[in-house]
């Protein structure tokens, strides 16, 4: 059996609603979804979608994510850092071990590589 060493994504399909673990609402009633389209054999990589709504989440990562925003805005302030903002053709990276705020300013769609 040969492995498909190109996967190009289609549109994303239906995906997991429930908010991800270590993500607690502080503000609004944003929503998420998450379209994983992608994994690696080994189980160690995800890459796929995200999309959220308008509202603040603090969120605490315990994997490393890499981020190609696609549309909306974003601030995100690591806790007793400084925020940054992210928007449409924006690239970030939020390191493993981030705790902080993510204040959706406009409905969010991203691209993600997440480690597993």
Known sequence: MTRETIH???APEAGD?????GWVVTE????METIVQHQTEDGKLASGT???TVGTYHA????????????????ITPDGGQPVEVGPGDAYVVEADFKGTWQI????????VVTT
Do not use: C, Q
């Open 8 to 10: 190009k994504f289609g």
């Open 17 to 21: 609603t429930t908010d991800m673990a």
């Open 28 to 31: 609004g009633s944003p929503t």
């Open 50 to 52: 995200w999309k959220a």
């Open 60 to 75: 605490t990562f315990s994997n490393y994510e890499f981020v190609h925003m696609i549309s909306g805005r974003i601030i």
């Open 105 to 112: 300013l406009e409905d969010v769609t991203k691209h993600f």
